[in-house]
């Protein structure tokens, strides 16, 4: 399973269910800009690490919207706080999503812990999330996927997949309309 | 029952931190910060996310602007360092509003912890150089620009600093 496999998964199930998603900057934002671009897909530029701290502050203030964040193996590991933070405060809205390559694919695919002894659902599990779940292929990843964004319950779902991108242009957004055309997107979630 | 002293100034302070309009707040504790926080989380006008590390806490924060809120990060001065990236390329970035409320450790203030000094003499220039705006406060007749910083944070979109001395506290009646 390739990341794009993954995001073309993630994007049908976030249109069909009205699903928004704070994407990890470097090439998950730009393959996800490249297949799907929308409003409700918020692309960070910088802040390398913050994709799931942001989807929880959206989630908590959102209540009404089922919120995903899509994390990278490198990202998540810049800050595992978050973990115990998503665990403790629960957003029931909350799915979090790692795309789990064991490298850093934005900067030339250098190897990071998971492609050693790190386990990362293991992480999510001690740090209190119990609907945490690897999966491998396609098939599994959409039910689980599915699944996680119905769910009252925060999940962390790890897909694991091989060292690929695509050749996705950069996001030719202004960073401030990326920002404007989300907020009136999940209002307008809302009064919908 | 009369109130003490330090009760009258942390609600004071949290009274301008809702007068400005802030009602998400995430905070890292400091001994400074404890009656402000403990209040905050009786506060029902106040979303309150304790959280891990202060970048965390400026994603998160960054997030409930997203839903529509309006948020204020607490925490020590020391702290601040943690969250310099995030607060220019995500909140300066997206132009997104903050207030940002710092206990100011350090300096000739009795402090007993020696790994304060540097951050103290660092904390000022450091903002300056950020371009960030702040204020800071060590009277209570001053705690009104909590509120002013808030609002300004907030219509402007941008990231506004309150530094809390320690002298606030120490003032007599």
Known sequence: MKRIDVLRVLLDLAVKMEGVIISNLGFPSRELYHIGDRAENFYMLGSMGLASSIALGLAVSVPGRRVIALEGDGSILMNLGSLATAANIAPPNLTILIVDNEAHSSTGFQPTFTAGVTDLEAIARGAGIPDAVTVFDEKELRSRLEDAIKSERVSVIVAKTEKSWENAPVIDLDPVTIKNRFMQAVRSGLEG | ?173
């Open chain 2, 1 to 173: 029952m009369l109130e003490k002293r330090e009760d009258v100034i942390d609600r004071s302070i949290v009274d301008a931190l809702i007068e400005g309009g802030i009602d998400f707040v995430c905070s890292l504790p400091c001994n400074m910060l404890a009656g402000i926080i403990e209040t905050i989380e009786q506060e029902r006008r106040i979303t309150h996310i304790p959280v891990t590390r202060e970048e965390e806490g400026v994603g998160i924060a960054a997030g409930a602007h997203l839903g529509g809120k309006k948020p204020a990060l607490i925490i020590q001065n020391s702290g601040f360092g943690n969250s310099i990236n995030a607060l220019l390329s995500l909140t300066r970035l997206y132009r997104m509003p903050l207030l940002i409320l710092m206990s100011h450790r350090g300096g000739d203030r009795n402090e007993q912890i020696a790994a304060q000094n540097p951050m103290d003499e660092a904390i000022i220039p450091l903002l300056e150089a950020l371009k960030i705006r702040y204020c800071c406060i060590s009277r209570r007749a001053e705690i009104g620009s909590i509120r002013e910083a808030a609002v300004d944070a907030m219509t402007q979109s941008e990231i506004r600093a309150v530094l809390l001395e320690g002298e606030l506290w120490d003032e007599e009646d």
